[in-house]
Each structure stands twice: as structure tokens, then as C-alpha cells.
């Protein structure tokens, strides 16, 4: 065995020191970590869908940025925390662009964050919320604003901004990164979850949407006219007016 | 969390356009402030009046190319610490530091090169004007204006005004400066103008205000509400446009409008706690009534956003805090306690519990709620001086003049502040929101001219006195810095730097302040100009 081969290994034992200190801190982790499960339910809810690959691809994602925020690597945590958000919100653009969702598989179209954002055609745009469920239009400023300030504040870490600077030089434990990165994952589940509901909630047939209550209740039971769309009195008297 | 900056004077203003979030008030007033007729806007502390004026400042210089106006932004909250034995010293001041302003921002605009002589009118005859852009050098004009600001240390003295320009004079060099520069006209926006417990100051300055007027000079303002003392030549109705500066709390975007303000600096950790608990959000936008420096305070407070949070800040921030500035301008001008002791006690003891009782029985009945009471007009003219210091701090505003009541009696409807309101129900954020979603002014209490309420105060009060300046400041001076209203980070630094007094805080130097830790060149600006704002603020009222 080299020197070097050691040093690896000291950090892998130096990366378990950590671990379980980020796992004694279980009810932070152990949230984070159910989101995986939440994200699964959907990603089944949509599986006859191309653009499913995409949202599948976010999760794996998310999984690594879990897994760097629990062993220490935090910037590499927020700059997955990124990636996901970034893929599962351009899951949903693709999913009525099915062209660019072709290209994009191709190779010849790359994943646009300006578009995705965009305040007239982004996803949490007012008129793409109006198009796909008009009663969440108010609410959709809300959480572009929410998506634009955590794409930033998750940028900086890519780019090395100065404030990123205080997390540890060393392979160790920091409560202010580890709370921080678990406080921005719940407000990347809170906007995605938001804008997988704009899109499909409004066509799910009756077993998709007892499949995926669940998970859309946890992240977004505050928004009444998600709590209606689960309403088992109301989803009755449609189906029997049909 | 980050930390929510509140004061227009921490913000850079490059940043402005930025934070700005445009209602259609706020449009009206800007297009009223670009135009050609002289605008004054009103508001309590914290309505956005000083953010109004640089984004009219910013949108002006963007928009030099097409409109030809010139901007110029004078801020006169340096006013209360004139302190010369000379009568005509707040005419000189002001003529000296618009001066230099008008100096300083053609230098800035680069137009300094190409100036023609007039300029050097305006800087007090200095002939180096090469010196203007270098940052280091000062005009005899901004001596003088120094020597003014710098006689609270020696009151009674006289300062040597020789240079400075005559009223007339100082219009035909800005003339002869807008032909050379292809400028329409000037626009002067001065902030903090009219210091509200100085009457005197008041008057010289609408009097000052009129006699600029020309084809090449509109004047704009930004007054604290309950500044009356016009002077002489002054005609409110002809010679300026007054714009009250408050949001509408019954327009459809309010809470839109409110939540925009607070999502251009917070964090999406906050952000997200905003969207989850929607409506406890919404409670302490309606709570704050239209002021973005309380709804920035109060949203500080709460970062979780949560229910025992919105409803200890309800109890606390408006049953108490709100009332402190209040009550603090008793101690500064002790000749009104009276008048300001009366006010509250009017509010707390008779109007709050009488809308509240009026809101829980037109509840219980779906019947719309009310937070607006109404003035006979001729109510004693005491009775109207208690209620432009509430106005001046925010507990009421002005609804509407001019009002019918029963029996056909004119008067004044005022709304009071809605946090104020929502600190008399029991859980604000089990039912206060009822209250502030279905508010009408056709609901209001009565208040007629010989209304039993008034007797304490009319049979109190003695003859006014106007205010003796030199007292009253060197009382000021000797507070603790804690009275700032200065973020508790900043409230921080001046402790570790043994700024301790009001006083001291006015006389530290950016070096000073940067002896702190964590404070380089550009914290230590901030700080020192969030320090002096706020030194400014508590000593005009």
C-alpha cells in the first residue's frame, strides 16, 4: 500500500467521524432523506411520461447531495442541491415541450436555467401556472421568487463567492452548513413539489392522485386549492356529474 | 438569516431600481416628482418617502438623454443642529448645501469640463474648480455649509457667510448652467425638508421653496405629515402638488405588493416560511398598514413565520414598541407632553376599544370590519395638534378630508395603524385576519366637535411655545446611542467602539468606525450613514 493510498483512507475514516455526527442529528436527516422516497412516489405517478428520465436523474442527484452534506463535503452538497433543483424544474418545462426534450436527449440542446425561470414562459411564470392550474396563478411569484433566491444563494458555492468561505478547511463536522443545506433541500422539495403539482395534479386520474397524496400534502397541505384537489367529497361529486 | 436593511441610506444607490417594487401610487408620485410641477410627497416615518426621491434621482439620470432634466437629490436632515445667533442661518445653510449639491452632482455627471462661469457662483467663487472631482478638495461653499452643521458645538456663534450666493443669483447661475449643458431644467428633490417641531424652519423653507421657482428649476419635496407652517408666500393649493405617500391596504395587490418588498432581500429560507404560512404573512403586512420599514422590522422578528411568532410580535412590537417613539418625543419636547400624552391615551383608551367592540359584533353578524374613525372639523384645533403627531408617527393616517357624517358634519376620516388593532385580540392569528379582509371606510367611529373625549386635553393645555432649539439639542446630544433606530448588529459596533452617546456617534470619523471588527471602507460607510440617519431622524422628532 503507498502513502498515498493511506491518506484516502484516513480520510475516508475522517469522512465516517463525520457521518456520525451529521446522523446524530437524526430528525434534520432523517427528513431530508424521506424526501427521496416522496420524489420516487412521483417519479412512479409519471412513469408512461418521457421527460420521467429527467425527474429520475434530479433524484439521483439529490442522493449525492445528501450524501456530501452528512460526510462534510458541503459545497458539494449545496452544488448538487443545485443540479437537482435544476433538473427536476426542467423536467417539468420539457414536459410540455416534448421537442426540446428530444433535443435535449440528442445532445443538442442544453438545460437553460434563464428559461426555466423566465417570468413570462418558466415554469413558475403566471402564465404557465394559469395554463396548467389557473387556481395556483397567484401563489406562483411566491415561489419563482423562492426557486431565483435559491439558485443564487446555491450558486454561490459553485462559484466560490467570498461568504462561502467559512465552512471548515479541514474534513469536518459544521452545524451551520449542515442546518443551512437541509433548510435550502426543504425549499428546493417545497418549489419543485409546487411546480410538479401545477403541472400534473389537474390531469391525475383518481389512483395517481391517492398515489401521490401523501408526499403533496407534506409539501404543500398549506395551499388550499391543493388540499381541495384531494378532497375526496369534491373529487366524488365531479366524477359523478361526468 | 440575512439581515433585512430598512433605512433608504444603507442602500447604494445603484441598488435602488433593484429593492424598488413599484405600485401604481408610487408610479403616480414618481411621474408627479419627474414633472414640471412642484411635488411635495407626505408620509410617516418608514413610508418609503427617501426611497421615492432616489428612485426618482436614478430614473431621472437614466432618462437625461430624452427629457433634459437634471437631478439633483439634497438631503436637510443635518437641519437640527443650526445653532448660530444668525436669523437668516437656515436660508444660508440651505443655499450653501444646495450649492455645493448642484457642484457635486455635475462633477459626478461629468459635465464639470465643459462649465461656463456660473459655476463658480454656486461654489463660492472658488476659482479651482479642477479640484471639485477629486473628492478631497472643499469649496468655500461647502465650508460654510460645514461651519452651519458644525455649530451645535459652539451655539450662538456666527458663521461668516462672505461667497455665498443671493436667492436670485443662485437662480440665474442654474439658468446659465441648463443652456450650457442642454438641460430643460433642474429637479431638486429635498429630503427631510421641513423640520416638524421648528416651525421656523418650515417657513423658511416653503418661503426658500417659492422663490427658487423659474422655467429652469422645479422644486420637490419629501415632508413628514403634520409639517403646516407654510410662511407667507407660500399657497399650498397653488405653488406645490402634495401626494400623501401611503399604500392602500384595500387594494387587491396589497399583501402582493408588501410580500414583493420583503422577497428582494430575504433569503429562501425565509421565502419558504413566507409561502408556507401564507396567511400569517399576510397578517403582519396588514398589521404594518402600508410602512415598509415596520414590515420589514416585524419580519426580522419572525423568521420562522410561524403562529407564537406572528402573534408575540403583534403583541409586543404594537402594544408596546410602536408607542415608544411616541412617547419619546415627550422627553424631547416637553411643552408638547400634553398634546402627545393625550394622543395616546385618546387612541388606546377610547378609539381602539371601540372599533375593536364595533369589528366583534359586525363579525359575528358578516357585516364588513372598520379600523377608520372621523373628526368633526370643528373639533378644537388642539384636538387636531394631538393627531398630526400620531400621524407623524405612523398610529393614524390620514383617510380622507372632507368627509360627511350624520347630521351632515364635515370632517377628517383617519385610519388607525391595523397592528395596533390586532393587539387587543386575543390569538391575532385566529382572528385578526377576518378583520383586515373585510374592512371598509364606510364603517367609522364618530368623533363630533364637542366630544367628551377632549376635555382633558382643552382644559390642559396652556398657550404653545415654539421650540428652543439649543436646549433641546444639547439634551439630545447626551442620550445613549441606544435610542438609534439602527440594526442591532450596528447597535453592536458602536458598544465595542465606545460610541455610547448620540453625540458621539455624530461626531465619529469612517476611521473610527473601522476600528471595529469585521468592518472594512465600505461597512464602515454604511454604518456611519445608517448612524447619522438615524441621529438625524431622532433629533427632528
Not at chain 1, 101 to 124: F, K
Not at chain 2, 262 to 270: G, W
Not at chain 2, 432 to 442: E, H, R
Request: net charge negative; charged share 25%.
Amino acid at each position: 500500500m503507498t502513502d498515498c493510498s493511506e491518506y484516502y483512507f484516513t480520510l475516508c475514516s475522517r469522512q465516517r467521524e463525520v457521518l456520525d455526527q451529521s446522523l446524530a442529528s437524526a430528525a434534520a436527516y432523517t427528513k431530508s432523506h424521506s424526501f427521496i422516497r416522496d420524489l420516487e412516489l412521483m417519479i412512479d405517478a409519471l412513469e408512461n411520461r418521457p421527460e420521467v428520465f429527467l425527474l429520475a436523474q434530479s433524484v439521483r442527484e439529490y442522493q449525492h447531495g445528501l450524501f456530501f452534506a452528512a460526510t462534510g463535503h458541503y459545497r458539494q452538497a449545496f452544488v448538487s442541491l443545485r443540479m437537482f433543483m435544476e433538473l427536476a424544474l426542467a423536467s417539468v418545462l420539457f414536459s410540455s415541450c416534448e421537442y426540446s426534450l428530444r433535443r435535449w436527449m440528442r445532445g443538442e440542446q442544453d438545460i437553460s436555467w434563464a428559461a426555466i425561470i423566465d417570468s413570462e414562459n418558466g415554469v413558475l411564470s403566471t402564465n404557465y401556472v394559469k395554463a396548467f392550474f389557473e387556481e395556483l396563478s397567484e401563489s406562483a411569484p411566491g415561489y419563482r421568487a423562492i426557486a431565483r433566491t435559491l439558485y443564487r444563494e446555491c450558486s454561490e458555492y459553485l462559484h466560490g463567492n467570498y461568504g462561502t468561505w467559512s465552512a471548515p478547511e479541514r474534513l469536518e463536522f459544521s452545524d451551520g452548513d449542515f442546518v443551512g443545506w437541509h433548510e435550502k433541500a426543504g425549499s428546493c422539495l417545497l418549489v419543485t413539489f409546487f411546480c410538479l403539482a401545477v403541472r400534473y395534479l389537474p390531469g391525475f386520474a383518481p389512483t395517481e392522485l391517492a398515489a401521490v397524496e401523501g408526499p403533496m400534502i407534506d409539501h404543500l397541505g398549506h395551499i388550499d386549492q391543493v388540499r381541495r384537489v384531494f378532497d375526496v367529497s369534491v373529487r366524488t361529486d365531479s366524477e359523478g356529474t361526468e | 438569516m440575512s439581515e433585512l436593511l430598512y433605512r433608504t441610506e444603507d442602500i447604494r444607490l445603484e441598488e435602488v431600481l433593484g429593492l424598488f417594487v413599484e405600485s401604481s401610487e408610487d408610479r403616480a408620485a414618481l411621474n408627479a416628482l419627474k414633472s414640471a410641477t412642484p411635488t411635495i410627497i407626505v408620509g410617516s416615518r418608514g413610508v418609503g418617502k427617501s426611497f421615492l426621491l432616489r428612485v426618482a434621482e436614478v430614473e431621472l439620470g437614466q432618462e437625461l438623454s430624452n427629457r433634459q432634466v437634471f437631478p439633483v437629490y439634497v438631503s436637510f436632515s443635518r437641519s437640527s443642529l443650526l445653532q448660530t445667533a444668525d436669523p437668516a442661518q437656515f436660508l444660508n445653510w440651505t443655499l450653501s448645501r444646495l450649492s455645493s449639491r448642484v457642484v457635486r452632482a455635475l462633477t459626478q455627471a461629468g459635465y464639470i469640463g465643459g462649465m461656463p462661469r456660473s459655476v463658480s457662483i454656486l461654489s463660492g467663487g472658488a476659482p479651482s474648480l479642477h479640484l471639485l472631482g477629486s473628492g478631497e478638495e472643499t469649496t468655500r461653499i461647502e465650508e460654510i455649509a460645514t461651519a452651519y452643521e458644525e455649530s451645535w458645538k459652539s451655539p450662538g456663534g456666527i458663521v461668516d457667510h462672505t461667497g455665498l450666493p443671493t436667492v436670485e443669483a443662485f437662480r440665474d447661475a442654474i439658468e446659465d448652467i441648463c443652456s450650457a449643458c442642454g438641460f430643460r431644467r433642474m429637479a431638486f428633490l429635498f429630503d427631510e425638508a421641513a423640520h416638524v417641531f421648528l416651525p421656523q424652519q418650515q417657513r423658511d423653507f416653503f418661503t426658500l421653496f417659492r422663490d427658487l421657482r423659474s422655467p429652469h428649476i422645479t422644486c420637490n419635496a419629501a415632508v413628514y405629515p403634520g409639517v403646516t407652517a407654510y410662511g407667507d408666500a407660500f399657497q399650498p393649493a397653488h405653488d406645490a402638488t402634495f401626494i400623501d405617500v401611503n399604500r392602500d391596504i384595500l387594494a387587491d395587490d396589497y399583501v402582493q405588493n408588501m410580500r414583493e418588498i420583503v422577497e428582494r432581500q430575504a433569503d429562501s429560507t425565509l421565502l419558504s416560511n413566507i409561502a408556507r404560512n401564507g396567511q400569517n404573512f399576510a397578517l403582519l403586512a396588514y398589521a404594518a398598514s402600508g410602512n415598509p420599514r415596520i414590515l420589514l422590522k416585524t419580519v426580522g422578528l419572525t423568521p420562522r413565520m410561524s403562529s407564537s411568532e406572528i402573534n408575540e410580535v403583534i403583541r409586543e412590537y404594537y402594544r408596546t414598541e410602536i408607542w415608544a417613539e411616541h412617547s419619546t418625543l415627550c422627553e424631547k419636547y416637553p411643552g408638547h407632553r400634553d398634546v402627545i400624552d393625550w394622543g395616546r391615551k385618546f387612541i388606546e383608551e377610547d378609539v381602539l376599544p371601540e372599533l375593536k367592540k364595533k369589528n366583534d359584533e359586525y363579525l359575528s353578524s358578516d357585516r364588513n370590519s372598520t379600523c377608520f374613525f372621523w373628526m368633526s372639523r370643528d373639533a378644537p384645533q388642539i384636538v387636531y395638534e394631538a393627531l398630526r403627531v400620531l400621524h407623524y408617527t405612523g398610529i393614524v393616517s390620514e383617510n380622507s378630508v372632507g368627509i360627511k357624517a350624520s347630521r351632515s358634519e364635515i370632517g377628517t376620516r383617519y385610519a388607525v395603524n391595523l397592528g395596533c388593532l390586532f393587539a387587543l385580540e386575543p390569538t391575532p392569528t385566529a382572528s385578526a385576519f377576518a378583520v383586515a379582509k373585510s374592512l371598509t371606510p364606510k364603517r367609522m367611529t364618530e368623533y363630533g366637535s364637542g366630544h367628551s373625549a377632549y376635555g382633558p386635553l382643552v382644559t390642559s393645555v396652556p398657550a404653545y411655545q415654539e421650540t428652543n432649539g439649543a436646549e433641546l439639542l444639547r439634551v439630545q446630544m447626551e442620550k445613549p446611542s441606544e435610542v438609534l433606530d439602527i440594526t442591532l448588529w450596528q447597535k453592536d459596533k458602536l458598544r465595542e467602539l465606545n460610541l455610547l452617546t448620540v453625540g458621539a456617534v455624530l461626531g465619529a470619523s469612517e476611521t473610527n468606525l473601522k476600528e471595529a471588527r469585521y468592518v472594512g471602507d465600505k461597512r464602515a460607510r454604511s454604518m456611519r450613514n445608517a448612524a447619522i440617519a438615524a441621529v438625524f431622524e431622532y433629533l427632528s422628532g
